[in-house]
C-alpha cells in the first residue's frame, strides 16, 4: 500500500510538472522570442540557418508526415567549427504554439562544411506547409558551460511531393 501511494505521489507530482498555465507558456514564448539572432562565443560570432518542410509524397498520409528542421549553427568568420561548440535543443514558434525537442542522434552527412554545425530533429507538429515560423536553438560551449539561445526569424516550412 505504501508503494502504491509512493506512486500516486511522484506521478501527481510529474503530472504537475508537465502542464503549465498558459502565462508561464507565453512567456517561455517571449523569452524565447527576445533570442538573439547572433552570438558570440571566444571573440566568434555565429548565426543560425534552417531548413523546415513536411513531406506529403504519394506514400505518405493524406495529411503529410510532421514537421522536420534541419538546422545549421554557422561560424561567420567560415572558419572550422570548434569541437566544444553544440546544439542540443530546438523551439519552433508558430503563432502562440511551440514545439520543442531534442536533436536527433542520427549521424549527418560529411558533406557538411567544416564551419557550420548541422543538427536534425523530426517528428514535429503538423503545422503548414506555406507558413512562416520563429526557430530557437540552444548552443552549448562545453568548454566553458556557457549556454546561449540562438534564434533565425520568419523561416518557411515547405513541403515535398
Known sequence: ???????IVVLFFAACDLVQP?????KDIDELLAAPERITIDDRE????????????PVAPP?????IALIWVIAAD????PPDIDATRIWVIHKNEVWESRFSDESRPDSVPE????????N??????DVFVEVVVRVIDTKS?????????????????
Open 1 to 7: 500500500m505504501k508503494m502504491l501511494t509512493l506512486f
Open 22 to 26: 498558459v502565462e508561464r507558456r507565453l
Open 46 to 57: 555565429y548565426y543560425l540557418d534552417t531548413f523546415l518542410w513536411r513531406d506529403f509524397q
Open 63 to 67: 495529411d503529410g508526415r510532421p514537421l
Open 78 to 81: 567560415s572558419l572550422a567549427m
Open 115 to 122: 564551419y557550420q554545425l548541422e543538427k536534425i530533429a523530426r
Open 124 to 129: 514535429g507538429p503538423k503545422w503548414g506547409p
Open 145 to 161: 558551460g556557457d549556454v546561449f539561445l540562438l534564434r533565425a526569424s520568419e523561416q518557411y516550412i515547405g513541403m515535398t511531393m
